[in-house]
């Protein structure tokens, strides 16, 4: 288990085990813009996010 580091928007840093992180957005998140809600922090994801969370799946 890789834990990351990523900021939710609020600007707050949390870490995330990526493999788990990548598997949700890919699931629930893979078009369009929506929020996405981790342990009371929150995350807008779009195709800009998405692209980060990937490229930190592969330098994993």
Not at 23 to 30: A, G, P, S, V
Not at 40 to 58: A, M, P
């Amino acid at each position: 288990m890789k834990k990351v580091e990523i900021i939710d928007d609020t600007g707050k840093i949390i870490k995330v085990d990526i493999k788990k992180f990548k598997k949700h957005i890919d699931e629930y998140h893979l078009n369009g813009s929506s929020v996405h809600e981790e342990n009371g922090h929150y995350f807008t994801v779009d195709q800009k996010f998405r692209d980060k969370i990937n490229s930190l799946y592969e330098q994993e």
